[in-house]
């Protein structure tokens, strides 16, 4: 569970409606399904219009990862390679074939088999890179669905404002319920910049660095995939992809070397 998110989510929401409370409010008062329906389905409707159906079901699908971190251990991606890089060191790098059905990871996978089928570390690199910069280029727009939510929100919850009004002062005969009605029609606009700066805008920041960290693993595994075919002493593989894990604690780090034998 990422405790950041959750907190966030509780803080926010907390001091919003504690504030409400405060000042004698209800929070009946701004339960309003209508403007629910219109904000929530206006942002949705033009981000259908806005990014491909796949790319949106990818990024409701990512949003999981807001509230709950992905499974992903770096420093034990770190032990993976280097325990392949005495193995490589040892028997050559053909051996490192019988370990490919083992592997889950794709990108790791598919970068050691053609290592093992002997491509060039230079052509290894560039391919990989390629497939590389494909995949961030895709995954960039995860985040950028959400970054949009959170821009069209606001303004479709003060359509949802307009339409309230526009029903308003079609009843001015009836001036006490004009009140109301008003308190009710701006109930679309707390909706639409609440859901943006509460959740759209903080989901796509929170996405974004995961992402990133998925990437930073995808790099690392390059780098030393590479570095074993190229024939790197497993000690010094292993110092130079701790590199790449800057949240890594020095303890583990050093934990991890002496798993490392010499």
Same mark, same amino acid.
């Given at each position: 569970?990422?405790?950041?998110?959750?907190?966030?989510?509780?803080?926010?929401?907390?001091?919003?409606?504690?504030?409400?409370?405060?000042?004698?409010?209800?929070?009946?008062?701004?339960?309003?399904?209508?403007?629910?329906?219109?904000?929530?389905?206006?942002?949705?409707?033009?981000?259908?219009?806005?990014?491909?159906?796949?790319?949106?079901?990818?990024?409701?699908?990512?949003?999981?990862?807001?509230?709950?971190?992905?499974?992903?251990?770096?420093?034990?991606?770190?032990?993976?390679?280097?325990?392949?890089?005495?193995?490589?060191?040892?028997?050559?790098?053909?051996?490192?074939?019988?370990? /490919?059905?083992?592997?889950?990871?794709?990108? #790791?996978?598919?970068? !050691?088999?053609?290592?093992?089928?002997?491509?060039? $570390? %230079? &052509?290894?690199?560039?391919?990989?890179?390629?497939?590389?910069?494909?995949?961030?280029?895709?995954?960039?727009?995860?985040?950028?669905?959400?970054?949009?939510?959170?821009?069209?929100?606001?303004?479709?919850?003060?359509?949802?404002?307009?339409?309230?009004?526009?029903?308003?002062?079609?009843?001015?005969?009836?001036?006490?319920?004009?009140?109301?009605?008003?308190?009710?029609?701006?109930?679309?606009?707390?909706?639409?910049?609440?859901?943006?700066?509460?959740?759209?805008?903080?989901?796509?920041?929170?996405?974004?660095?995961?992402?990133?960290?998925?990437?930073?693993?995808?790099?690392?595994?390059?780098?030393?995939?590479?570095?074993? /075919?190229?024939?790197?002493?497993?000690?010094? #593989?292993?110092?130079? !992809?701790?590199?790449?894990?800057?949240?890594?604690? $020095? %303890? &583990?780090?050093?934990?991890?070397?002496?798993?490392?034998?010499?």
């Amino acid at each position: 569970m990422d405790k950041a998110s959750w907190g966030g989510v509780a803080l926010g929401l907390g001091g919003i409606v504690g504030g409400l409370l405060l000042e004698g409010g209800k929070i009946s008062q701004v339960l309003q399904p209508t403007a629910a329906m219109i904000v929530f389905g206006g942002t949705l409707g033009a981000v259908l219009i806005q990014f491909p159906l796949p790319v949106v079901l990818g990024a409701f699908g990512r949003l999981v990862h807001v509230f709950i971190e992905p499974k992903r251990n770096a420093l034990g991606m770190v032990k993976e390679l280097v325990s392949y890089a005495n193995k490589a060191r040892r028997e050559g790098i053909v051996s490192l074939d019988a370990e /490919l059905q083992k592997i889950e990871e794709p990108f #790791l996978k598919k970068s !050691l088999m053609l290592a093992v089928d002997g491509t060039e $570390p %230079q &052509e290894l690199r560039k391919m990989m890179e390629l497939e590389l910069d494909n995949q961030a280029e895709h995954e960039e727009k995860i985040p950028q669905v959400f970054e949009s939510a959170g821009g069209f929100s606001p303004t479709i919850g003060i359509i949802g404002a307009v339409l309230g009004l526009i029903q308003v002062m079609q009843h001015l005969d009836k001036i006490d319920e004009v009140g109301r009605g008003i308190a009710v029609a701006f109930v679309a606009t707390i909706y639409g910049v609440g859901a943006a700066n509460l959740f759209f805008l903080p989901a796509s920041g929170k996405l974004k660095i995961r992402i990133r960290e998925e990437q930073v693993i995808r790099e690392m595994t390059l780098e030393g995939v590479i570095s074993i /075919l190229e024939g790197m002493n497993p000690r010094m #593989l292993e110092t130079k !992809l701790l590199g790449y894990l800057a949240e890594a604690k $020095p %303890q &583990e780090a050093e934990e991890q070397k002496t798993e490392v034998p010499g």
